[in-house]
């Protein structure tokens, strides 16, 4: 389990992105900026195909996108007429961070070459996996995208459209995809629409530069020119061909999108199916200070995840908001530190606190509390810098549960929330007074229809896997 020390925080996921552009372009540049404004959805991997109809071009590696594709890289996947590509962030919720993990995976089907582009998980992948295997399939990296590139391909009396939603009906979970071959770009997402994506366009100016975009978040459209026309339904197939959008509901059920995209993954920038990030997150906030007021003196967030509930909050409460903890912009992903000590240092690399906090009372406010370590260092941080008492407020319920819909929250036993009451973390964590927002205050404050809250429920709408905890290594035979 790869676990970062100083966010403490459920990993991000994947970010997937695809064009179709309905007059010839330079896609790897475009494909590039998409990838770029999905960066925070996983930093392990990052990669892209490209088609001009004739020749599919791939590259993928290991890092940060602008790591991976260098000016000579980018140079390589560079076709002037190109039609289609799709791109991937990874972080690794099955399988290892290994190169050949990382996306978009290809493989030579009956229907020409494909490329797909994976977000979320298949509760069902080791057990479709074991049968294919049976059956003589191959497979050459230890990911569950793969069981669905192969499910796709298997389908040899097919056309694409028909193989895919035939595989949809197969793989269970939470998950969004693109798919491309040579002429076509598709994106599905899973019948309950777990794991977002968005459709955009972008306008061709004179006659050129027009496309059709997929992405996870809608960041990633407007990073390049294109505007939000819808989110793909939950259990929609949609594709893109000369002839424009194209729409097939495979099985939709009832929608439960992952409650986490509002408070903390998703970019304050967007929205999704019809929910403005920014503007829930200040709900958020505000919800909490009306369950659970305090008397204080300022209203800290940790940022950045916890900024907008913390706005929410002092808004409600009437509590000033102040930066009293400063963050590092530098300090990414850096190193798995090895001894307590250096785990300490590294939330030092990333926060300090400022004057704000001396001789006051604070609030602080953060989006979730997984493994309480990083938590109370901040607590710490705090009352070493002159805080006279220090508030923790969470915009989330306590987590309790393992996500097995492709967000890493580690397994059940290390969260803190599975194993200790309220009263326990607050006495772990140092803090003067603890206090979730309720599992009901947070649907009101996001909004929509229904909602994934598994992970504070125990209730999985898309079913879970038959060895009931967190595997990411499941399919390393
Ligand atoms: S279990 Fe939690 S993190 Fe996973 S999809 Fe559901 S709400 Fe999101």
Redesign the pocket.
């Known amino acids: 389990m790869i676990f970062d020390p100083t966010t403490d925080k459920?990993q991000d996921e994947c970010g997937v992105f695809g064009l179709y552009s309905t007059t010839p372009n330079d896609l790897a540049w475009l494909t590039y900026l998409g990838l770029f404004a999905l960066q925070h959805r996983g930093q392990e991997a990052a990669g892209m195909c490209v088609s001009d109809g004739d020749k599919f071009h791939v590259d993928k590696d290991l890092g940060l996108v602008t790591q991976v594709f260098d000016e000579r890289r980018l140079d390589g996947l560079r076709l002037p007429n190109a039609r289609v590509s799709i791109g991937h962030v990874r972080y690794s919720t099955t399988g290892s961070n290994l190169r050949f993990n990382a996306q978009p995976l290809t493989t030579r089907t009956n229907k020409g070459i494909l490329g797909l582009a994976h977000n979320g998980n298949f509760v069902n992948a080791r057990e479709v996996r074991s049968g294919m295997l049976m059956e003589g399939a191959l497979f050459q990296t230890t990911n569950d995208s793969e069981v669905m590139l192969n499910l796709i391909a298997r389908e040899s009396h097919m056309d694409l459209v028909e193989a895919t939603a035939s595989a949809m009906k197969e793989l269970k979970g939470?998950y969004a995809c693109v798919l491309m071959s040579r002429t076509q770009l598709l994106g599905f997402r899973d019948p309950h629409g777990?794991r977002p994506l968005v459709i955009g366009q972008r306008d061709s100016a004179n006659g050129e530069g027009g496309a059709w975009v997929l992405a996870s978040e809608p960041c990633a459209l407007y990073a390049v020119g294109a505007r939000l026309i819808r989110d793909v339904q939950p259990g929609e197939l949609v594709w893109f061909d000369r002839d424009g959008l194209h729409s097939l509901m495979v099985e939709p059920k009832r929608p439960t999108p992952?409650?986490?995209?509002w408070i903390y993954f998703a970019r304050s920038d967007g929205e999704l199916d019809g929910v403005d990030i920014h503007e829930s997150r200040l709900r958020m906030g505000a919800q909490l200070a009306r369950e659970k007021p305090i008397e204080a003196d300022i209203v800290v967030p940790v940022p950045d995840s916890g900024i907008g509930a913390a706005i929410g909050y002092a808004r409600e409460s009437g509590i000033p908001f102040d930066y009293g903890l400063y963050k590092n912009p530098y300090a990414g992903r850096t190193f798995i530190a090895p001894t307590q000590e250096a785990r300490e240092l590294k939330v030092k690399m990333k926060l300090s606190p400022t004057s704000a906090v001396r001789g006051r009372r604070v609030v602080l406010v953060d989006d979730s509390i997984v493994r309480g370590t990083t938590s109370r260092q901040i607590v710490n941080l705090l009352r070493e810098a002159g805080a006279t008492e220090v508030h923790f407020r969470v915009s989330s319920p306590p987590i309790t549960?393992p996500?097995?819909?492709?967000?890493d929250?580690a397994a059940r036993k290390e969260l803190v929330a599975s194993t200790h009451s309220v009263e326990e973390i607050r006495e772990l964590i140092g803090a003067d007074t603890l206090a979730f927002i309720s599992e009901r205050g947070l649907r009101e404050a996001i909004g929509g229809s229904g909602?994934?809250?598994?992970?504070?429920t125990g209730e999985?709408p898309a079913g879970t896997p038959l060895l009931n905890d967190v595997d990411k290594l499941a399919l390393e035979v």
Request: net charge negative.
């Open positions: 459920p939470g777990v992952c409650s986490f995209e549960h996500c097995f819909y492709g967000i929250t909602l994934c809250g598994a992970c504070f999985y």
